[in-house]
T-cell receptor
Framework: RKEVEQDPGPFNVPEGATVAFNCTYS??????FFWYRQDCRKEPKLLMS???SGNEDGRFTAQLNRASQYISLLIRDSKLSDSATYLC???????????FGTGTRLTIIP | NAGVTQTPKFRILKIGQSMTLQCAQD?????MYWYRQDPGMGLKLIYY???????DKGEVPNGYNVSRSTTEDFPLRLELAAPSQTSVYFC?????????FGPGTRLLVL
């Protein structure tokens, strides 16, 4: 079983729609959780950290379910600029030694 | 701040050749990392360093070596290039909250 599993997509979603991704992780000792965004042929960049209580940043909402070992990302009112690959990332120790999922590719259609 | 810089951007190597991928950061981060990303895959950790003079293996260290003589620089050495090392290589550095990635080096081994 992979340490971090994501649906690779692609998700093709009309502009303005809401889209949600899930990710599961296998190591119950994982302590830190993140969503990174990677544009085509670019480096990954931190989108948001994921906290146990759930957190929101503008149109983006992240949730963590420790009991079921999954993380979700919800994007509301999607924009063309949201087109990217979204990487689910977990770590045993804070920001060190991150384990990456393979990513979910999202394309927003005008 | 330039952030994390990597050179070269792109390189073609013949099987058996050696090369050094350069990485530098100007954010005074203690932690630095090397990842590789194969097409359609997540990033895999090759080596990491928690400070000058200290390095450790990640998930896929075979065929690579690193050194960390200064806080700023973390070069990755390939001694005998193999086709399996064709990939995109990302260097990263981190503070307490975020890993910052360089723009990547695309390596093709023929």
């Amino acid at each position: 079983r992979k340490e971090v599993e994501q649906d690779p997509g692609p998700f093709n979603v009309p502009e303005g729609a809401t889209v949600a991704f899930n990710c599961t992780y296998s190591n119950s000792a994982s302590q830190s959780f993140f969503w990174y965004r990677q544009d085509c042929r670019k480096e990954p960049k931190l989108l948001m950290s994921v906290y146990s209580s759930g957190n929101e940043d503008g149109r983006f909402t992240a949730q963590l379910n420790r009991a079921s070992q999954y993380i979700s990302l919800l994007i509301r009112d999607s924009k063309l600029s949201d087109s990217a690959t979204y990487l689910c990332v977990v770590s045993l120790f804070g920001n060190e030694k991150l384990t990456f999922g393979t990513g979910t590719r999202l394309t927003i259609i005008p | 701040n330039a952030g994390v810089t990597q050179t070269p951007k792109f390189r073609i190597l013949k099987i058996g050749q050696s090369m050094t991928l350069q990485c530098a950061q100007d954010m005074n981060h203690n932690y630095m990392y090397w990842y590789r990303q194969d097409p359609g895959m997540g990033l895999k950790l090759i080596y990491y360093s928690v400070g000058a003079g200290i390095t450790d293996k990640g998930e896929v260290p075979n065929g690579y070596n690193v050194s960390r003589s200064t806080t700023e620089d973390f070069p990755l050495r390939l001694e005998l290039a193999a086709p399996s090392q064709t990939s995109v290589y990302f260097c990263a550095s981190s503070n307490q909250e975020t890993q910052y990635f360089g723009p990547g080096t695309r390596l093709l081994v023929l």
